[in-house]
């Protein structure tokens, strides 16, 4: 991690460059998509306020609530460099570059409608995981875990990667937020009531 124009950036900079599509900042610049994307500013960072420790136990503890906070931040959204590389594992080529402009897609229109940007480009990376595993493959995962599909359900095997892919990410890759395992679950057929970040996904999946 490093920071850059006040901004801390880490994550995908080691990454392959070629499947990132250009970006550009503000002044119609082109920008690295990682430090752009993949970055937070200063101020969103939730360090403890500094001040001088009246004693060494003072210390001792505003050192353990700083590594309480930095552990807080280290949630599913920081783990973007490893589900880089997952999607990478399991999909095309192009549907990885796909999913690469779906995550960017998310992350703006998030920051238009105030949804959470972080978990916007995260569900994005995230969500056609299961997109290029076979359909037998993909059944097993879902009744594996339980679900019994409807009549319409089985018979939409396109869809069948949103409902795998939930399952997936939450089984497998141990994702915990429940916000992102929606907004995948959900990406291609949308519901009923959706969550704002459901509807940042479901629209950055089909522009």
């Not at 900079?13 to 430090?35: W, Y």
């Not at 594996?144 to 009549?151: A, C, E, F, S």
Request: hydrophobic fraction near 35%.
């Amino acid at each position: 991690m490093c920071w850059y124009a006040g901004v801390l950036v880490g994550v995908i900079i080691d990454m392959d460059r070629d499947f990132l599509p250009a970006a550009q900042n503000d002044h119609g610049q082109k920008a690295i998509p990682s430090c752009q994307l993949y970055a937070y500013h200063r101020s969103e960072i939730p360090y403890p306020k500094r001040s001088e420790p009246s004693e060494p136990c003072e210390l001792s503890r505003q050192r353990r609530v700083l590594k309480s906070l930095r552990k807080e931040v280290c949630m599913d959204t920081q783990r973007n460099k490893e589900f880089f590389y997952e999607i990478k594992k399991h999909l095309t080529p192009s549907r990885f570059y796909h999913s690469l402009n779906v995550a960017y897609e998310a992350y703006r229109l998030a920051g238009i409608y105030k949804a959470d940007r972080e978990k916007a480009f995260t569900a994005g990376l995230l969500h056609d995981i299961m997109k290029d595993t076979p359909k037998q493959e993909q059944l097993k995962i879902i009744t594996d875990d339980g679900i019994i599909l409807t009549p319409t359900e089985k018979s939409s095997t396109k869809t069948w990667h949103q409902l795998s892919g939930a399952v997936y990410i939450k089984k497998y890759l141990d994702v915990k937020d429940e916000d992102i395992i929606s907004a995948v679950r959900y990406h291609t057929t949308g519901r009923e009531n959706m969550t704002l970040l459901e509807k940042v996904v479901y629209i950055a999946d089909y522009i």
